[in-house]
């Protein structure tokens, strides 16, 4: 049997260790397995490279991905679409696995839709694929987040001012909201709540007059302008403001804990189930592994959770 594997999409903390344990198992079962390098482009244009048990030695901590990534618009395309499958073919693969985020577990299921044995792994650091807890990398953005936030509250204490911290997320906020617990912030911004910038003002405003020398609000990209909302909040408060654009510091460093044994388990069970033929979903659920159909896991809607953002405003005033 021979079983490949690509990253695509924005990589992700614990992209390495998924690889590392895919290509482990593999070697352990018996089974041939290829890199595919670049992603979706570099399945269009064949690069394979065949794995051995060194080619994935010293990775299990390093971010980013061995194996190069992409976000492919020629994929996208029938042609793209074809010459991909002709891949598969000439190489004789009998399964591939994908990791990525939503963009490309959609091109795994087409790739299923076709007639290919394919195995989805979350890895991004966004969390924004409902199906499953959490996906792999989103834990260690957060961690990176917090310790960035860490640095800035000492800065903007020393100067009683206050810091709007822009974090990624696309329209997801789940960075921002478990980053804004993990680091103590006053108030996030997320595209899931609508903005009501008089409660965060007067928050702030209350926090000042009780002798609070800093102000941390984190913002999620997908809410607009950083700088824009800080320009509004400072008129609104009259704190002296600053904005930190995070920006691609959350997607490097080494994978969390978490991260690490999240990537191991899925990596050693996307080959279980692809030796079995099958083609579906991994992921995490109320702290154990799961498998869905690609049908599935676009069917349920991600749910915001409000409840956590409760004890945010409860815990950090
Ligand atoms: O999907 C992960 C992510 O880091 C998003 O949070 C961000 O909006 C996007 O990728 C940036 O992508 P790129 O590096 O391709 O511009």
Do not use: W
Request: proline share 2%.
């Amino acid at each position: 049997m021979r079983i490949a594997i690509l990253t695509s999409g924005g990589d992700a903390p614990g992209m390495n260790a998924t690889i590392r344990a895919v290509t482990r198992t593999c070697i352990y079962e018996g089974i041939e397995v290829f890199g595919i390098s670049g992603g979706y482009e570099g399945l269009i244009d064949a690069k394979f490279e065949k794995l051995v048990q060194s080619s994935v030695a010293d990775i299990i901590q390093r971010g980013g991905t061995i194996l190069s990534t992409s976000r492919s618009e020629r994929f996208m395309t029938e042609e793209g679409l074809e010459k991909a499958i002709n891949s598969l073919k000439i190489f004789e693969i009998d399964a591939l696995i994908v990791l990525g985020g939503d963009g490309s577990l959609r091109g795994a299921k087409m790739l299923r839709d076709r007639g290919i044995n394919v195995i989805g792994i979350p890895c991004s650091i966004d969390n924004d694929l409902a199906y499953t807890d959490f996906t792999i990398g989103f834990m260690t953005a957060v961690e990176t987040v917090t310790e960035a936030i860490s640095h800035i509250r000492d800065t903007t204490e020393a100067h009683c001012r206050a810091n709007i911290v822009e974090v990624m997320g696309r329209e997801c906020g789940d960075i921002a909201l478990y980053s804004g617990v993990s680091s103590g912030a006053e108030s996030i911004i997320v595209p899931e709540i609508p903005l009501d910038m008089n409660e965060i003002a007067e928050k702030a405003i209350m926090g000042k007059n009780r002798g609070k020398k800093h102000h941390i609000i984190i913002m999620a990209e997908g809410c607009g302008s950083a700088f824009d909302f800080a320009k509004e909040f400072e008129k609104f408060t009259g704190i002296d403001t600053r904005v930190t654009v995070l920006g691609y510091i959350q997607r490097g460093g080494a994978p969390s804990i978490f991260d690490r044994i999240l990537a191991s388990e899925l990596g050693y069970l996307a080959v279980k189930e692809a030796k079995l033929g099958n083609s579906l979903a991994l992921g995490f659920k109320d702290g154990i592994a799961i498998k869905m159909s690609f049908e599935e896991i676009f069917k349920i809607k991600k749910v915001f959770r409000h409840d956590l953002l409760d004890i945010l405003k409860i815990v950090s005033i």
